[in-house]
């Protein structure tokens, strides 16, 4: 007797059809694994895109510039001290002797002094007094540096000045008394603002000084004066 597919037709025809279709199975998986980019352990590897390299700008970015401070404003001697105010705190017969827009116009008794008005390039100057005498005084309003600040502080407390400081305001005063009569200067340091008045008493040259800081913080609602 016969064995194997030779004696058996019908079961070598199913046993050819079994192994044809095995065969195009296994060839229609090898197709979707490969569609699938599956690798050689049978699992889908995914694709990684490199990403794009980064074009340098032809321009560099401008810099935002810093915002820069408004002046400071210093009003006329007549809005500073109104011929009437002048009137009323020193004499009746007070006129307005001189308006200059600088702070250089005498020597001064302290050489800071002059090197801070020399350094000042906002200034105002004014004179007040009673024509045909010795009475008079002075205003100066300028700006100033904060080193100029520091170095006239300084020197004016080595000199004999009497400093304090309130709400950000240096005074410094001195009360003095010469052959023609009694002197009193007042000077107010406040930021980049100075203010000096060179009158007959402490009592008018504070005054002044005072009446002077209220315009400027008027002119100036910006400036924390």
């Not at 009437?84 to 050489?111: G, H, L, N």
């Amino acid at each position: 007797m016969n064995g194997g597919s030779a004696s058996n037709p019908v079961a070598a025809t199913r046993g050819r059809t079994r192994m044809t279709g095995s065969v195009a199975s296994a060839s229609l998986l090898m197709l979707m694994l490969s569609a699938c980019g599956g690798g050689s352990g049978g699992t889908a590897t995914p694709t990684v895109t490199s990403p794009a390299s980064a074009t340098p700008s032809s321009t560099l970015p401008t810099a935002t510039p810093l915002p820069t401070g408004e002046p400071l404003v210093i009003p006329g001697c007549d809005d500073l001290l109104p011929l009437a105010t002048a009137q009323s705190i020193f004499s009746p017969s007070t006129i307005k002797i001189d308006e200059i827009d600088s702070a250089v116009s005498r020597t001064y008794e302290v050489a800071e002094l002059d090197t801070v008005a020399t350094n000042a390039t906002i200034a105002k100057n004014c004179a007040w007094g009673i024509p045909n005498s010795d009475g008079f005084f002075t205003l100066t309003v300028a700006d100033i540096s904060e080193a100029n600040a520091a170095n006239l502080k300084a020197a004016l407390l080595a000199f004999g000045y009497l400093g304090v400081t309130n709400a950000g305001v240096t005074a410094l005063e001195l009360a003095t008394e010469n052959e023609v009569g009694s002197k009193g200067r007042t000077h107010y340091l406040v930021g980049d603002l100075w203010i000096y008045v060179d009158g007959t008493s402490l009592d008018l040259s504070t005054t002044v000084a005072e009446r002077a800081l209220e315009k400027i913080r008027t002119a100036n609602p910006t400036r924390t004066y």
